[in-house]
């Protein structure tokens, strides 16, 4: 049983598009009527935005913070915030001015406003990180959180990629050292892996296009969950690093983070193999630390301290520094293994995992994929590289042996071995798969209103026999007589003349004429054109139920699950007219059997009609002895989109 204890800290979160323009509610809600506007270099903007927002409520602005939160800069803003008597703090950027505002709240207990305009998270935390002399120290107080936080994902749209980038990875990394916490629990530990995902999925998104909205929306959310995550647990390793490396080298906060946390994910995995599962499993990678690392290479991230002007002399300082008053960590710190960290952390190398099946297999994966890069059709690249990756999810997901594989490759030898020009195994196990009816919703079914499809099936044969209206396409063999009355018309309900219709179905025992070795020529089945009415008529006879073909390795399949061979009673229609779609359906009998279990899913709720019961006299002059059936019905049909 685990054991924990978990304390909430209370914020105010406005989270939203054109959120800011609730800031004068949200600043009087604290009882503020003057306000300090706290922003920095780079952020006119953004302050243009909350500034308007607030109009007469501001009444002195403080655009000096910088980064790590130097106590000089913040002596400075202080004497803003008294000589103008200010009674409410509104903060507008990333951590610098956030840090600023905490800071300035800590010392004068006035509340705070923050509007984030970066992914950094710190805004949500009881955390403060100053510089004095040199070094940075940290501190936690219910003084430091803001009062409200306003999240605008509009204010973030013009930040660019890099910053995008960086602070995004920033906030992973709150993220990612809440779930090894000596203070984790089931609260934190599920907005942390949510947030890890968001970040993860959103990134590659935002790289693609910065203007995703949808893509910035996540990481916003994501910097929230984040944040509150750190909020609520302990630091521990990475970020005692990243506050020594920036305090003491002046180094770049955020991209400090994204360069150090691969490495410390690497040097912690040892000690905690379980939170790196997890963690990759968010990152939807095969190993944590080399995962992330490849997701911010692949973003084109800054990966090594080297580049971020961090000198080599320094490192020995560095580790000694971190190791000075070390935070609770899953793995012991030792002056060797801190240096290693940042050695590799210096030279940008590549965080290697261990060698487990999962990475081999991934670096597998990978390999095929890079054989379709230089296909010169796009689409056949995707889909190939995609049909690998998941073949190849399928069989470590599912731990495949060597002799259920082999049994694979030799059901579908069987498969393709059966298939002939009247018999189509592989349609069958497709259809049977319900891959044939996801397929056809994909795509023939966006159009609502036009009368739904349907799977073509393994029994139509081209270049079916013309006939005229009003024949009889059953050519006398046994059964209810089924007068068939239909219209083609578009989507306006104008009739169409001159559009081609198949048709074909099973006779009264459930076999379709190929099926029949003894049947000579086409049966059932027929090509009709629509008169100036858009309407055809013929005969025929009411379609049963019937097993598809069980004899092959289709068929023993259902066996295996115990699933049913049958298919409920209906008649297949393609229709074809100028300019228009083409659609391959099928009506199914409204009183027929299998209709809520049709072996291959065919069945739709529009596509159920009556088959109507009739005695007596029928069309064309026929009396038949007996029931006869009517179907009437009218087919709608879409045209097509230049």
């Not at 323009?21 to 009882?31: M, S, Y």
């Not at 505002?101 to 705070?112: E, I, V, W």
């Not at 920036?246 to 955020?254: R, V």
């Not at 196990?429 to 073509?456: H, K, M, Q, W």
Request: hydrophobic content about 40%.
């Amino acid at each position: 049983m685990r054991t924990f204890v978990h304390t909430s800290h209370p914020a105010r979160v406005v989270f939203g598009s054109g959120t800011v323009g609730r800031l004068t509610e949200e600043v009087r809600r604290l009882g503020g009527k003057r306000v300090l506007l706290v922003s920095g270099p780079a952020l006119d903007e953004a302050a243009q935005h909350v500034r308007e927002a607030l109009g007469g409520l501001v009444i002195a602005e403080f655009d000096g913070a910088v980064m790590h939160t130097p106590v000089e800069v913040t002596e400075q803003a202080l004497t803003v915030v008294r000589e103008a008597g200010a009674d409410c703090l509104v903060s507008v950027g990333g951590g610098s001015t956030t840090g600023l505002s905490k800071a300035l709240a800590l010392r004068t207990g006035l509340p705070q406003v923050v509007v984030p305009t970066t992914y950094a998270g710190s805004e949500i935390t009881p955390v403060l990180g100053e510089t004095r002399d040199g070094r940075k120290i940290t501190q936690s107080s219910a003084a430091i959180l803001p009062e409200t936080v306003i999240y605008d994902v509009d204010l973030t749209l013009s930040l660019p990629l890099p910053t995008s980038i960086t602070s995004s990875v920033n906030a992973m990394a709150h993220a990612v050292e809440a779930l090894y916490s000596v203070d984790a629990n089931p609260a934190t530990d599920h907005q942390a892996l949510e947030a890890i995902s968001r970040i993860a999925r959103a990134l590659p998104r935002l790289a693609a296009d910065p203007a995703d909205r949808g893509a910035r929306a996540d990481l916003l959310m994501a910097a929230w969950l984040a944040g509150t995550c750190l909020a609520t647990v302990g630091m521990a390793l990475h970020h005692k690093m990243c506050h020594t490396l920036g305090g003491s080298f002046d180094l770049p906060h955020a991209e400090t983070h994204t360069v150090l946390l691969p490495h410390v994910l690497a040097y912690n995995a040892p000690s905690d193999p379980d939170v790196m599962r997890r963690i990759a499993q968010a990152l939807d990678v095969p190993d944590a630390a080399s995962g992330l690392y490849d997701l911010v290479a692949s973003l084109g991230g800054p990966t090594s301290l080297r580049e971020l002007g961090m000198p080599e002399s320094g490192l020995a300082d560095a580790a000694e520094l971190a190791l000075a008053t070390p935070y609770p960590n899953p793995r012991d710190l030792t002056r060797e293994g801190i240096e290693g960290l940042l050695t590799d952390a210096w030279n940008g190398r590549r965080p290697e995992g261990p060698a487990t099946t999962a990475t081999v297999l991934a670096q597998l994966t990978e390999q095929v994929v890079a054989s379709f890069a230089q296909a010169p059709d796009a689409r056949l690249r995707d889909l190939l590289s995609g049909l690998v990756r998941h073949l190849h999810a399928y069989v470590t997901e599912h731990d495949v042996t060597e002799s259920e594989w082999s049994y694979a490759i030799d059901y579908l030898t069987r498969t393709g071995q059966l298939s002939s020009p009247t018999r189509q195994e592989f349609v069958l196990l497709s259809d049977v798969l319900g891959i044939s009816s996801a397929v056809d919703v994909l795509t023939n079914s966006r159009t609502p209103e036009t009368t739904p499809s349907a799977v073509l099936g393994p029994f139509y044969v081209e270049g079916p026999p013309e006939a005229e209206h009003g024949s009889d396409i059953s050519a006398g063999l046994p059964g209810t007589p089924l007068w068939v009355d239909v219209t083609i018309a578009d989507t306006t309900g104008e009739p169409l003349k001159d559009a081609v219709v198949d048709v074909w179905q099973a006779n009264e025992d459930g076999f379709y004429d190929v099926q029949l070795p003894d049947q000579e020529g086409p049966v059932l089945r027929g090509r009709l054109r629509t008169d100036a009415d858009g309407r055809l008529t013929f005969w025929s006879i009411l379609p049963s139920h019937y097993p598809i073909p069980g004899d092959g390795p289709v068929g023993q399949m259902l066996d295996a699950v115990g699933r049913h061979h049958y298919r409920a009673p209906h008649v297949h229609f393609m229709i074809s007219a100028p300019g228009h779609r083409r659609l391959i359906t099928q009506l199914f009998v409204a009183d027929g059997s299998h209709l809520d279990s049709d072996t291959v899913f065919g069945v739709k709720d529009p596509l159920i009609v009556d088959f109507a019961s009739r005695t007596g006299p029928a069309p064309a002059g026929r009396v038949p002895d007996g029931e006869w059936r009517q179907l009437k019905h009218t087919f709608h049909i879409a045209r097509m989109v230049d």
